[in-house]
């Protein structure tokens, strides 16, 4: 599954690129689906799959268990008290409220959801590691889908260079190429294209 460049990432027409300015992006991904008929959104495929779009592989699923073992014992992964961050959502405008389809906040596993467009959906995360922001779009072309899976990361801290530096080759070659493997197994089951 190939990471792109924030470059070739700026050219979607996403509300993300805007809504998010200020916050460096880490990583982009995108991963290309058949087109198996017109006018798929994101939200009807996250519907398809019971909101279960990534299924992990057992190597990513370890990784992230040892991850949030090692995270329960030092405290990393404890919210900060209300009112001591910032959420993202404080940046939804007028127009972006009525968009959503899901209210911001709303908790979705360890994430809380920003926004939840038809094809644009971005989730958050903060704790002792990091400030993050998940993004996951679907865009039509004129003979495919292209999925972009992207990672926000605002630091809270000293730790968080050095937190994201200690997880990248574990991101970049486990964990992301797994989720983007189950996005496209997601898609071939939805809409029989496997």
Known sequence: MPQISAQEFDQVPLRVHTFLAGV?????????LPRVRPGITLDEFLRATGARLYRLSL????????????????????????????????????ADRPRSLVAAGTREGPFRVIYHFENEQLLELINRTAHAAA???????????????AVYVRNVGPFTPVYM???HPFRKLIVYP???????????EAFGTG
């Not at 910032?86 to 007028?94: H, M, P």
């Not at 072309?141 to 999925?147: D, G, L």
């Not at 797994?178 to 071939?188: I, M, P, Q, T």
């Open 59 to 94: 190597a990513a699923r370890m990784l992230l268990s040892i991850r949030f073992s090692i995270g329960r014992l030092l405290c990393w992964d404890r919210e900060p008290k209300p009112g001591a961050w910032e959420s993202f959502a404080t940046r939804l405008t007028a």
């Open 178 to 188: 797994s989720l983007l493997r189950s996005v496209r197994a997601s898609w071939n």
């Open 135 to 149: 993004l996951s779009a679907l865009v039509e072309t004129a003979n495919k889908y292209r999925f972009y899976f």
């Open 24 to 32: 460096p992006l880490h990583d982009v991904w995108a991963v290309d």
């Open 165 to 167: 530096a200690l997880i």
